[in-house]
């Protein structure tokens, strides 16, 4: 329905289902350990670095998938919470230290 005829073997409906990954921007992933895609996730972010992109893996042990919004006060979840921010506002350009909020970067 979303893809609006779009062929689904592109990569646009499933990234980690496309063929060619290079010349993709940076990616951030951050994997539940005990998510049904946990696997799928990781085998996509070694093709990414395969593929010539800069990746940042983080893989949280122990968790199910939608931990942080199923248990957000729970410490693991702030965690994650705050090193996603900490990476999608660097992707950005602002800087942000923990705890203290975001201020536009420098540069």
Not at 29 to 48: K, N, Q, T, Y
Not at 77 to 83: D, E, L, M, P, Q
Request: charged share 20%.
């Amino acid at each position: 329905m979303y893809l609006q005829g779009g062929d689904p073997r592109a990569g646009y409906a499933v990234p980690a289902r496309a063929e060619n990954l290079r010349g993709l921007p940076p990616a951030y992933i951050m994997v539940a350990g005990v998510d049904p895609a946990r696997d799928e996730a990781l085998e996509f972010a070694a093709r990414l670095s395969a593929a010539g992109n800069s990746v940042e893996v983080h893989l949280v042990p122990g968790v199910p998938h939608m931990f942080d919004v199923l248990a957000p006060a729970v410490r693991v979840s702030r965690r994650a919470v705050s090193a996603w921010t900490a990476a999608f506002a660097d992707g950005i350009g602002v800087d942000c230290e923990r705890g203290d909020g975001c201020e536009r970067g420098h540069g």
